[in-house]
């Protein structure tokens, strides 16, 4: 996938140049964003994964996390880092209410770790939030965090987020409709419909890119005539748009359907000088 910010991780880090203006938003939304980033390289979940830490380090984390939930508002913000990278289902009920704290700084570190911690007793207040919430951070944070719940009825306010909403916010709805549509073929032709669209119209390349990323998620779950629609306008995005990272995506999300005969395509288009 495609970083709108390059130096920042695909976690907390990105942000588009469609965010919210500086005096809309807390500073230290910033650099609380900056500080994570250096801890959660890449993927949230799959960074913190790979460190697979003894289990009896994690569960005195958890221990120490739980104390920290209820302590003041600096303990607050540690325990909450701790529970973006561990889950503990007994963090669940000092998280929940964290969604409706009046610090947006807590409110996106509380969607975080609800999103590393899913429960579906938080699905409403999250849907809530990716709606009305006035900061920019916070829907990005709920846009990531609802790829965790692909049951939930996500499916309908991630495509709209992705038609409406800032490009940070878009770029990770496109990435949690690949999770969201993963279901089944009932969900999963809606999600690349609004997803092949993005793919042509959005302004974003890196929103462009997660698009094309999102729908070779995508294509093991869709009926034959969506998945010969998927492929062609890859091609199309491969061969025509503007921006070198989005045909590199297309070329890629195309490369690992390994389909024997989209592979053919594209060793065919090499040979004619179309593609290097």
């Not at 003894?54 to 302590?71: F, I, K, P, R, T």
């Not at 049951?151 to 916010?169: F, H, K, M, Y």
Request: proline letters at 8%; glycine letters at 6%; charged letters at 20%.
């Amino acid at each position: 996938m495609t970083d709108l910010q390059p130096n920042l991780p695909a976690s907390l880090g990105r942000s588009g140049p469609f965010d919210e203006s500086p005096q809309e938003l807390y500073l230290d939304l910033d650099v609380l964003a900056q500080e994570l980033a250096q801890e959660l390289l890449g993927d949230p979940l799959d960074a913190l994964d790979s460190s697979d830490p003894e289990a009896a380090d994690v569960a005195a984390e958890c221990d120490l996390g739980l104390s920290l939930l209820v302590g003041d508002h600096d303990q607050r913000m540690q325990g909450l880092r701790i529970f973006c990278e561990h889950r503990d289902p007994r963090a669940l009920p000092l998280l929940l209410p964290l969604l409706g704290a009046p610090c947006p700084i807590v409110r996106m570190s509380a969607v975080y770790a609800l999103g590393r911690n899913p429960s579906p007793l938080a699905v409403q207040d999250l849907l809530g939030l990716l709606a009305s919430d006035d900061n920019g951070y916070v829907r990005k944070a709920v846009a990531w965090s609802l790829g965790s719940y692909p049951d939930a009825p996500v499916l309908n306010p991630l495509t709209r987020a992705l038609q409406v909403d800032i490009a940070a916010v878009r770029l990770w709805a496109a990435s949690s409709l690949a999770e969201a549509g993963s279901t089944g073929p009932a969900k999963a032709d809606p999600a690349a419909a609004q997803l092949l669209l993005s793919l042509r119209i959005d302004t974003e390349p890196a929103v462009r890119s997660n698009s094309a990323w999102a729908l070779g998620r995508l294509y093991p779950d869709l009926v034959e005539p969506r998945q010969q629609v998927l492929v062609e306008s890859l091609l199309h995005a491969m061969l025509n748009d503007t921006e070198s990272s989005v045909r590199d995506e297309a070329r890629l999300a195309l490369e690992q359907l390994e389909q024997p005969e989209v592979l053919e395509r594209l060793q065919t288009l090499v040979e004619e000088g179309l593609l290097a």
